[in-house]
């Protein structure tokens, strides 16, 4: 199954990508990049994506080609991306931080 979440957010279309990127939910997600705002840039986030097979791989080359650029947190997104040569982003480009954390580095304080 696949869930996917679009934001605008400073001038960038995100989409995020949950599950499992196959088949015809690969197939959905290049139709809904090729429908939006060509103004906007576009950034992928792989982070939540568990399994990628030969045709959502075709479509992140795809979507590469349209300018793309790409988050990846776990080491499985990170694979794929070095894999097919991705470009990344550092961080999210989002405002949403780590749950507890004060300083939205991810980074928790220290218990003394």
Known sequence: ????????????????????????????????????DSKL??????????????????????????????VAETSYSRDVCERLQLPLIGKRKSNMQVPGNSDGNGHRPRRR
Request: charge should be neutral; proline fraction near 0%; aromatic fraction near 6%.
């Open 41 to 70: 840039e576009l950034v992928v986030d792989l982070t939540d994506v568990m399994f990628i097979d030969a045709i959502g791989e075709e479509v992140l080359l795809f979507v590469k080609r349209l300018g793309a650029r790409f």
């Open 1 to 36: 199954m696949l869930r996917v979440q679009t934001q605008k957010l400073d001038g960038a279309l995100i989409c995020r990508l949950e599950g499992r990127f196959t088949g015809k939910g690969a197939e959905e997600v290049r139709t809904l990049v090729t429908r939006c």
